[in-house]
């Protein structure tokens, strides 16, 4: 699997590259709009764009079926696309924290308990979207894949304000946000497995086009 996530960080670099820099002008210029931490919801959603990418460039170039002809199971083949999709959300909210920092030392108003909440909100969107949008990606063909891959982030934001709304009919949400959104976050990690084990499930038996 590790010879499969270096060939699609390979592939990716550049636009890894382009979000990055993308990430860290964007950061800077919300600081004169907005809450410089609201930068954290958005990175995470953004750098999971070449996960998409690398799984269109593998239909493209018919790469699928060659590499189950070789010693990596299939279930490995997913596994892979959605450890690489984790570890660009990571990477996207890391690089939102730069700006965030870089001005929190120069006096802005950036607090611990802010970059946690949005960073929960941020995360947990990202894994709900990629939870669906992942195993579809493999089920549709590159357009229709490529719409749900869109949606999905629209209905990722969505589940989480329903998730957030059902909650504070337990409990004051308002009251106890962070607690709330760690909540959320739990549930969309499990999603997110749960949409893994599926996919493995699904597609050991047919063919990766």
Known sequence: MKGVLVKDLYIAK????????????????LSFLLETSALLVLAPVAATTAAFISIT????????KNVITMPVSRSQIIGEKFLFYILLAV???????????????????????????????GISATLLAGGISLPCAYLFDPEKSQI??????MVGA???????LFI??????????????????IISVIWFFV???????????RDIN
């Open 91 to 121: 990477l996207g909210l890391l690089i939102a924290l730069i700006p965030c920092v870089v001005l929190a030392c120069f006096g802005m108003d950036i607090t611990l308990r802010s970059l946690c909440l949005y960073g929960s909100i």
């Open 148 to 153: 749900v891959f869109m949606m999905s982030s």
């Open 14 to 29: 550049s636009n890894i590259l382009v979000t990055i820099i993308s990430l860290v002008v964007l950061g800077f210029g």
């Open 158 to 164: 969505g589940i989480v304000t329903g998730l957030v």
């Open 57 to 64: 460039s593998d239909a493209a170039s018919k790469w699928n």
């Open 168 to 185: 504070n009919l337990i409990f004051p949400v308002k009251e106890n946000i962070l607690l709330a959104f760690n909540i959320v976050l």
């Open 195 to 205: 949409s893994y084990r599926i996919a493995v499930k699904v597609y050991q038996k």
